[in-house]
């Protein structure tokens, strides 16, 4: 469902989610200031899964109520990142019965200080199991009138919960085995990002900004639970892993570790790579050998898969985050077979050049 839906069909819609999956949520409004309690009580029989809502308007309320610390509050003010994430996760720990909590703050106007007018924040707290998992996401609202923005701010959060829901879901589904891949957003798939997303970061985000632009049409994040040399992931490792990701943006989630698996499942879709994934998908070591190698290229072809590749700072073992020297290669140093070549449209660092690795940040 797009944020750009009505208050009404996006309380409908987690409605239906949330009988679905059983989850119960609840609130922390600020700048709404009880619009999304509003939307969402109007809708009959939600009183199973919609916990409350705490309307914490002044910076008093939020270190009483919800936990928000005084210090945080003075040193970056009531209107950031970290205020959000307090809201959302006092708002769990105050609510037991609750799986996720959605916190907002923000400045509507009018007389909003230096560089905060329109700007939201969205926090997320979500418990698995015996985890809490954090996330939050940055708005900037247009120009418009208090009321309208106040309308548009609750939107973004109710948008963020039915994203959350059908996460949950999709997790559950994908790492249970009971569907090979399940999709949180559009369902028109033309282009994956694939990765691990451990953690996400802010390289990933601008590939696929810089990916939709090049190609022309919306692009995926894609998250396999099944990987080839390392463990599955549990539903808590998808939900860490993908939650940053899901709201902002529209996911894939899947069982399909290889290339082929994913080109098997969604068809002729462009990967958008790095140029040391491809670089490892040229290396015969990964199949049982050249023949079998050339053998899943040439399916790739026939199935009309495309990669765009990006340059990464790297080693001579394709490894990104090494004690070796690294050196910024591009798509055209690379000596690939040429069938796998013909597959590849090279990104080059005047173009797109961001030399961060999730590797480097865990």
């Not at 905060?116 to 926090?123: A, Q, R």
């Not at 698995?128 to 708005?139: G, M, N, P, R, Y």
Request: hydrophobic share 40%.
């Amino acid at each position: 469902m797009s944020d750009q839906s009505s208050l009404q069909e996006l309380a409908i819609a987690i409605r239906e989610k949330a009988a679905q999956t059983g989850l119960r949520f609840v609130f922390a409004e600020s700048c709404t200031s009880g619009l999304c309690a509003a939307s969402v009580g109007s809708q009959p029989g939600i009183s199973e899964f919609f916990c409350g809502s705490h309307v914490t308007y002044r910076n008093d309320s939020k270190a009483k109520w919800l936990g928000v610390t005084p210090e945080t509050l003075e040193q970056v003010g009531p209107v950031s990142r970290q205020v959000a994430q307090q809201m959302a996760a006092g708002a769990l720990n105050k609510t037991p019965e609750a799986d996720i909590a959605i916190a907002i703050t923000g400045h509507l106007g009018p007389q909003a200080p230096v560089g905060l007018d329109g700007l939201l924040f969205v926090g997320v707290a979500v418990r698995q199991e015996s985890k809490v998992i954090l996330a939050c996401f940055e708005h900037e609202l247009p120009v418009a009138g208090r009321t309208e923005r106040q309308r548009l701010a609750a939107v973004k959060v109710l948008h963020a919960l039915v994203r959350i829901l059908e996460l949950h879901q999709a997790a559950i589904q994908v790492c249970q085995e009971e569907s090979p891949f399940a999709v949180i957003g559009s369902d028109e798939i033309k282009a994956l990002l694939p990765g691990s997303f451990n953690p996400v970061h802010q390289g990933h985000r601008e590939m696929l900004k810089h990916g939709s632009v090049e190609l022309e049409h919306d692009v995926h994040f894609e998250l396999s639970v099944e990987n080839v040399d390392k463990p599955d992931l549990s539903v808590a490792d998808c939900l860490e892993r993908a939650l940053p990701l899901c709201v902002q943006h529209d996911l894939v989630l899947s069982r399909a570790p290889t290339f082929l698996s994913k080109a098997r499942l969604l068809g002729g879709v462009c990967f958008l790579v790095g140029v040391d994934t491809i670089g490892r998908i040229a290396e015969a070591k990964y199949y049982s050998g050249e023949e079998a190698r050339d053998k899943a290229l040439e399916e790739l072809r026939d199935l009309e898969v495309r990669f765009l590749v990006y340059g990464r700072t790297m080693d001579d073992s394709f490894s990104t985050s090494s004690d070796s020297e690294l050196k910024f290669i591009e798509l055209g140093s690379l000596s690939l077979p040429t069938s796998l070549q013909s597959l590849c449209s090279g990104v080059n660092q005047t173009q797109f050049r961001r030399d961060v690795s999730s590797r480097d940040l865990r």
